[in-house]
Nanobody, 119 residues
């Protein structure tokens, strides 16, 4: 099994930056990729970015150029660096690890970290 824990959220002014962390533990080698999502009040959870075990990254258009996903294998941690934050970026941010157990892919979600961007 795999567990992930997010951290790094907080209150920031519009135009500011934050770096979120997603620390993974457990069967690290079984992780295929890690994704960052967010969920604003009253809205569906939204995929933001993914990074594979081989460090291939992908972004949704809404955050491309403002958010950067990266990984530190030595720390078993994936980061989401966020720049030029806007009030509409306010949400709970979650990371999800997709890992392979036998021939079955499973998900592990963190508890989320709140990001609030003030105008």
């Amino acid at each position: 099994q795999v567990q992930v824990v997010e951290s790094g959220g907080g209150l920031v002014q519009a135009g500011g930056s934050l770096r979120l962390s997603c620390a993974a533990s457990g069967s690290i080698r079984s992780i295929d990729f890690i994704a960052w999502y967010r969920q604003a009040p009253g809205k569906q959870r939204e995929l933001l970015a993914t990074i594979t075990s081989g460090s291939t990254t992908n972004y949704v258009d809404s955050v491309k150029g403002r958010f950067t996903i990266s990984r530190d294998n030595a720390k078993n941690t994936v980061y989401l660096q966020m720049y030029s934050l806007k009030p509409e970026d306010t949400a709970v941010y979650y990371c999800k690890a997709v890992f392979l157990i036998g021939s079955t892919y499973r998900d592990a979600w963190g508890q989320g970290t709140q990001v609030t961007v003030s105008s």
